[in-house]
């Protein structure tokens, strides 16, 4: 796994498209990642783990890992656990139906790890549409 390119902008400025790269970035500073530079150790690249202090050269994969997802849902209010769980069963960001059917519970319990990344980023306003 390689370290990903991630945009950086000026300040409240978004990057131009949500590709996988940003996608991970996102995920991982809305987790408590602190981005490159922030290291007082090389690389200069390296990301700083909010579990443990410590530098790592890359980041979790969120679009491709399950467990990762699961670890960045942890992070996730009530309110936008709601929107979170209305994008996977919709695929849009809409409040989560109160009537819940074993359709719906399959659907969103069998998610790809890069739809559960898609859902997060929406529900936390982080998603930047192409």
């Given at each position: 796994?390689?370290?990903?390119?991630?945009?950086?902008?000026?300040?409240?400025?978004?990057?131009?498209?949500?590709?996988?790269?940003?996608?991970?970035?996102?995920?991982?500073?809305?987790?408590?990642?602190?981005?490159?530079?922030?290291?007082?150790?090389?690389?200069?690249?390296?990301?700083?783990?909010?579990?443990?202090?410590?530098?790592?050269?890359?980041?979790?994969?969120?679009l491709a890992?399950?467990n990762a997802?699961?670890?960045?849902?942890?992070?996730?209010?009530?309110?936008?656990?709601?929107?979170?769980?209305?994008?996977?069963?919709?695929?849009?960001?809409?409040?989560?139906?109160?009537?819940?059917?074993?359709?719906?519970?399959?659907?969103?319990?069998?998610?790809?790890?890069?739809?559960?990344?898609?859902?997060?980023?929406?529900?936390?306003?982080?998603?930047?549409?192409?």
């Amino acid at each position: 796994m390689t370290t990903p390119r991630c945009w950086r902008g000026s300040e409240g400025m978004l990057p131009p498209a949500m590709n996988p790269d940003h996608q991970r970035c996102a995920i991982a500073e809305a987790c408590g990642w602190k981005a490159p530079g922030d290291c007082t150790r090389q690389p200069p690249h390296a990301w700083q783990s909010p579990l443990d202090g410590c530098c790592y050269d890359n980041l979790p994969d969120y679009l491709a890992d399950l467990n990762a997802m699961h670890e960045a849902e942890a992070a996730l209010t009530t309110w936008q656990q709601e929107v979170f769980g209305g994008f996977l069963y919709h695929g849009k960001v809409c409040a989560f139906q109160d009537v819940c059917t074993g359709q719906i519970v399959f659907g969103c319990a069998h998610a790809t790890a890069a739809r559960r990344a898609e859902a997060f980023l929406r529900a936390t306003g982080r998603w930047v549409e192409e």
